[in-house]
């Protein structure tokens, strides 16, 4: 698919609106880290107006940035800046960065992570989409204290193919806090004896059940 490219001045005109929101966050924030984040950033001699141009230099750039990255995540959350401990997390979303899973995993177990730094937490697992670390992503989706937080693990183990996964995901079908995604993540394996599983939910009341398990019959066909 080509990419959607937009207008010189829609691009503009965004970049005026982050440009702004991002001065006005730092007058509220003075003390921001993430302010010092980009000032370093910029002392070593990276260009950028926005910090959505900053995320940009991910994961080309990791060699130089990760370290800086981490700690500076690691400081945001010693110092309870969850918000900020959220953008750092952003930089870390891509395929391929493994090694910041087991922190990331001991972050999503400890009891001082926000709900919503889990959910983040858990999108971002997705997205490095590691197979090294099978063992922490079953802990967590069969943990139910998780709630809705283990969504996204739920999905990555159908999205990597891990058959070792594939009884948990059955037994998280009478979950309703993951179910739908344990549908789309049996879904991923296109196996035809799947077919009674997707059936039962196709005309399941929820309409979200019954959309994934007809993603899934689709893939079937």
Known sequence: MARKEYPLSFIESQTRIEKQAKEDYYKKNPDSLILSFERELADMGFTFETSNQALALMPRCKEWLLPIIVSYYNRAKQEKRYNEQNHFLK????????????????????????????????????????????????????????????????????????????????????????????????????????????????????????????AALKKLS
């Open 91 to 214: 930089f870390l979303c891509h395929k391929g960065m493994d090694e910041v899973i087991p922190m990331l995993v001991t972050d999503f177990w400890s009891s001082d992570t926000p709900d919503l730094t889990k959910w983040f937490i858990s999108d971002c697992i997705y997205l490095i989409q590691s197979k090294s670390f099978i063992n922490d992503y079953m802990e967590i989706v069969l943990h139910k204290e998780f709630g809705i937080n283990r969504q996204m693990i739920v999905l990555l183990l159908g999205k990597i193919k891990e058959e070792s996964a594939i009884p948990a995901l059955i037994q998280l079908l009478d979950d309703d806090l993951v179910r739908i995604q344990a549908i789309a993540a049996l879904g991923y394996y296109k196996r035809e004896e799947f077919r009674i599983i997707f059936e039962r939910f196709s005309s399941s009341k929820s309409i979200g059940e019954r959309n994934a398990a007809k």
